[in-house]
């Protein structure tokens, strides 16, 4: 077939039609048939009424940032705020990360909360609970007309089994299999006081006092793979306490 008989390709004319934004501006929208112009049209106009910033570009990303900095960095402890990145890098981000914020459907959230089916129900919690948080802050700033995130969802992974606490003779065996002074002094202190790891770490002379036998709890040590600071913020407000120093630890 010569060149003469190929048909042209047919070139759509799309429709166009603007809407005027509540600063004056307009936004244009065009589509194929007159039918799908409408609809946009519709649910542009929709999420205007509904406060929403139509002309926001913002990915879940770069709004996931914004949250993390202003919500959480703030008012949160290291460890806290380490958890929450682990939970958008390694499971939320890599899903919606690159999708504009207001695009996000609930059946994205729910392939999330999917991909997590064979995971604990304590990682589940945490994810669920950032994605509410993420898409609530949006709601109320005007970058998304509802959250996708249904109040229907709920974790449904495996609970962790609560620790057992090691029976007087697991103890001692631990400790006669430990030779290093150091690592033994430290399993000495966490049998005898509870105390968390942090804690330990962060114990001082002067938090000692030998002559009324009582360890003042006041410091916690943020353990990282290439520092570890001190610092007076405990896990709970409880967590500042006052407990007895036994005669063991006092050897």
């Not at 959480?72 to 929450?84: C, E, G, H, T």
């Not at 981000?93 to 991909?115: H, K």
């Amino acid at each position: 077939m010569s060149s003469k008989d190929k048909k042209p390709k047919k070139k759509y004319e799309y429709l166009t039609k603007a809407i005027t934004m509540p600063d004056g501006t307009r936004k244009f929208f065009r589509a194929k048939t007159q039918k799908e112009l409408d609809k946009k049209i519709l649910c542009a106009q929709i999420m205007v009424n509904a406060g929403v910033d139509i002309c926001s570009e913002e990915t879940f990303g770069q709004f996931a940032q914004t949250w993390y900095d202003l919500y959480k960095k703030p008012y949160l402890r290291q460890r806290s705020l380490d958890a929450i990145k682990y939970v958008l890098n390694l499971h939320i981000l890599p899903a919606i990360g690159n999708y504009r914020l207001r695009d996000i459907s609930p059946m994205q959230i729910q392939a999330i909360m999917a991909s997590l089916s064979g995971k604990s129900n304590s990682l589940q919690s945490k994810v669920l609970s950032n994605l509410r948080s993420i898409f609530n802050v949006a709601q109320e700033n005007g970058l998304v007309a509802k959250s996708p995130v249904s109040q229907m969802l709920k974790p449904t992974g495996k609970r962790t089994r609560e620790k057992e606490a090691l029976t007087p003779q697991e103890s001692q065996l631990l400790l006669d299999r430990v030779q290093n002074a150091r690592a033994k002094t430290f399993l000495m202190i966490a049998l005898h006081t509870g105390m968390r790891r942090g804690e330990i770490v962060a114990l001082r002379w002067e938090d000692i006092d030998f002559k009324k036998k009582i360890i003042h709890v006041r410091h916690n040590a943020v353990i990282r793979e290439t520092s570890t600071t001190i610092s007076e913020e405990l896990k709970t407000k409880a967590g500042r306490r006052d407990l007895p120093l036994s005669e063991i630890l006092e050897m």
